[in-house]
């Protein structure tokens, strides 16, 4: 079982940086792919990006690709989405999960555990 704390949303301003953390309590953590996902309001829980056990491969979303980056300390047991000129359609709950498996999904039903989730709003 792995529990997954995700930390560091708030309210910015268009344009503004935020880091999320993502810690796990397993010290295996490092044996799980991860992933972030986000869901704003009427709509359906969709992939941010992901990265491997290693850390050598990461994925993103066609719509952050260049704006957010994924990372990993295994040590720390701890993942984290960086995210750089942000805009209001990037409001949303954003999710930590953890996959078992060896290879980035961008599904939802790949990763067996979730965080409470962390809101980020960003104005215009």
């Known amino acids: 079982q792995v529990q997954l704390v995700e930390s560091g949303g708030g309210l910015v301003q268009a344009g503004d940086s935020l880091r999320l953390s993502c810690v796990a309590s397993a010290r295996t953590s490092s044996r799980y792919v991860m992933g972030w996902f986000r869901q704003a309001p009427g709509k359906e829980r969709e992939f941010v990006a992901g990265i491997t056990r290693s850390g050598g491969g990461t994925s993103y979303a066609d719509s952050v690709k260049g704006r957010f980056t994924i990372s990993r300390d295994n040590a720390k047991n701890t993942v984290y989405l960086q995210m750089t000129s942000l805009k209001p359609e990037d409001t949303a709950v954003y999710y930590c999960?953890?996959?078992?498996?060896?290879?980035?999904?961008?599904?939802?039903?790949?990763?067996?555990?979730w965080g409470q989730g962390t809101q980020v709003t960003v104005s215009s």
């Open positions: 999960a953890a996959n078992p498996g060896v290879l980035i999904t961008t599904r939802p039903a790949g990763y067996d555990y």
